[in-house]
């Protein structure tokens, strides 16, 4: 089995709708990602949680929240869909354990919204 | 701020050719380096990384070293297959702060038989 699972794999929506995407990881890692992956722009950072009880602002967090309901479930929604938002998500965990500047991202399989 | 920039694809390339994509780099302090690399409906996964200037990481054939001198972090392999099909990230993450990555743009990579 998978260490990073996301779902749903696919996904479409109206613009308007409120959806969630969720992630879930068994790596026993204490801190996960939510990037999004545009065409020619590389992976981008949504939010980020180094625990259950922080959470984190990256760069494009507009018109997303999260929530970190467990250390191994950190979940992504948007809650009023526009079409820009249209692109492929993808949820990382890493450990803290360790040197601070060697520790490596695991990534989900990722999720594929599109909004109509 | 920190930043990465990629050699602008496609790449494509025939079997066994010898491979270089070229990844440069601004941030401030000592950033650790990464490639990760993207297979085709997948998440990304680490290649390799670097965590100190001169440092060379490898893994799979490939090959990259930290220059400080030149801020890069280019990706070299010497015989390509055709199941190195891919799309292929260079990123960062400064030793300070939030131990965030900082991803470039990526760069596909198609290898003929």
């Known amino acids: 089995d998978a260490d990073v699972t996301q779902t749903p794999r696919n996904r479409i929506t109206k613009t308007g709708k409120r959806i969630m995407l969720e992630c879930s990881q068994t790596k026993g890692h204490d801190r996960m990602y939510w990037y999004r992956q545009d065409p020619g722009l590389g992976l981008r950072l949504i939010y980020y949680s180094f625990d259950v009880k922080d959470i984190n602002k990256g760069e494009i967090s507009d018109g997303y929240s999260v929530s970190r309901q467990a250390q191994a479930k950190f979940s992504l929604s948007l809650e009023s869909a526009i079409p820009n938002q249209t692109a492929l998500y993808f949820c990382?965990?890493?450990?803290?354990?360790?040197?601070?500047?060697?520790?490596?991202?695991?990534f989900g399989p990722g999720t594929r919204l599109t909004v109509l | 701020g920190n930043s990465v920039t990629q050699m602008e694809g496609p790449v494509t390339l025939s079997e066994e050719a010898f491979l270089t994509i070229n990844c440069t780099y601004t941030a401030t302090g000592y950033p650790s380096l990464f490639w990760y690399v993207q297979y085709p409906g997948e998440g990304l996964q680490l290649l390799l990384k670097?965590?100190?200037?001169?440092d060379k990481g490898s893994n799979k054939g490939f090959e990259a070293t930290y220059r400080k001198e030149t801020t890069s972090f280019h990706l070299e392999k010497g015989s390509v297959q055709v199941s190195d099909s891919a799309v292929y990230f260079c990123a960062l993450k400064s030793g300070q702060g939030a131990q965030k990555l900082v991803f470039g743009q990526g760069t596909r990579l198609t290898i003929n038989p």
């Open positions: 990382a965990t890493s450990d803290s354990w360790g040197a601070p500047s060697t520790d490596t991202q695991y």
């Open positions: 670097a965590t100190k200037a001169d």
